[in-house]
């Protein structure tokens, strides 16, 4: 039977090629394509938990290789991600991170400190 014929062999091509998505919107910062990928994603990610038996196990295993880069591939683009939205959080105003409830949170320094502004 052909990797095209197996249910689970699509899904998971289909999971590597939204997995390149997110990616590429990361580098690119195009939050639009990381909203729209988010439900796909979640699809993808039941089907494969259904737990349906594999007819081409090499086509898999190759398939799940690929999906390992390329979420290693958004993993650190998340994290360069993360990183410069808190640095642009820090520069536009002026407190370091967000609180639980989605508002501004400014940490508590010991000691004594001056905030600049400019």
């Not at 580098?27 to 909203?35: G, I, P, S």
């Not at 409830?101 to 010991?110: C, I, K, L, N, Q």
């Amino acid at each position: 039977m052909t990797g095209e014929a197996d249910p689970i062999v699509v899904t998971a091509r289909r999971l590597c090629e939204t997995l390149d998505r997110i990616g590429d919107a990361l580098v690119a910062l195009d939050t639009e394509t990381l909203l729209d990928t988010e439900a796909t994603l979640e699809q993808l990610l039941a089907a494969l938990a259904g737990g349906h038996t594999v007819q081409d196990r090499a086509e898999l295993e190759s398939l799940v290789r690929r999906a390992a880069a390329s979420l290693l591939r958004c993993r650190r683009l998340g994290a360069s991600f993360t990183g410069i939205a808190g640095a642009r959080l820090r520069l536009r105003s002026g407190v370091e991170s967000y609180g639980r409830d989605g508002g501004f949170y400014e940490t508590a320094v010991s000691g004594s400190a001056m905030k600049v502004t400019t």
